[in-house]
């Protein structure tokens, strides 16, 4: 997994040819990369909001406890696990209309890599400064982003030109996706803890 992680980041274009290669089960991607990586968000965060607390732009910070922090961490991994899967359906949804028409399998172990950055950046909620989750959010979105447009030809089978309209697309279905992620998330954090 490690090697996979430090690739995407080093040698992008090498590295998704050589997991095309592996002909990775979904089953292996998620416990030996996606399950793991969906952590680094979740731990980070658990941990930043409940010893320094949400940091807002007037210097108050809004610490969560131990409880709400902990249903809210599970919901969040599970709802990123979920979005994962959810991203390979529609990246396979939407390249039904294409020649090379790639399997289920395949989009969805394309999907669990091109989200790599995104967990990564998952690292800054650590120390939970508003701005600065939101920066480095969309550095690795865009990152997940080139990622995408990179691998739609290796991976997919997508012609260059077509990819670059198909990775355009499946990025703004992605964005959505993880805007509905977050809104669930903070309404479970918000609103969630009356329920318990």
Known sequence: MVNHVWGLLAHPNVEL?????ENESVSHLYT???LLMALIPVVSAFIGTTQLGW??????AIRLDIFTALYTAVAFYLLMLAGVAIMGK????M???????????LCMVFAGYVATPMFLSG??????VVWLCL??????LAYSGYLLYLGIPHFLNI????????????LAMGILLLELLLGLTVLLWGYGSWLF
């Open 17 to 21: 040819k050589q997991i095309k290669s």
């Open 32 to 34: 030996h990369h996606v």
């Open 55 to 60: 940091l807002s732009g007037q210097g108050q």
């Open 90 to 93: 529609v990246i396979h949804w």
């Open 95 to 105: 390249a039904r209309r294409y020649e090379s028409r790639p399997s289920l399998h």
């Open 123 to 128: 690292l800054v909620a650590l120390y939970p």
């Open 135 to 140: 920066f480095v959010g969309i550095i690795g």
């Open 159 to 170: 012609d260059r030109k077509e990819g670059f309209i198909f990775s355009s697309s499946t």
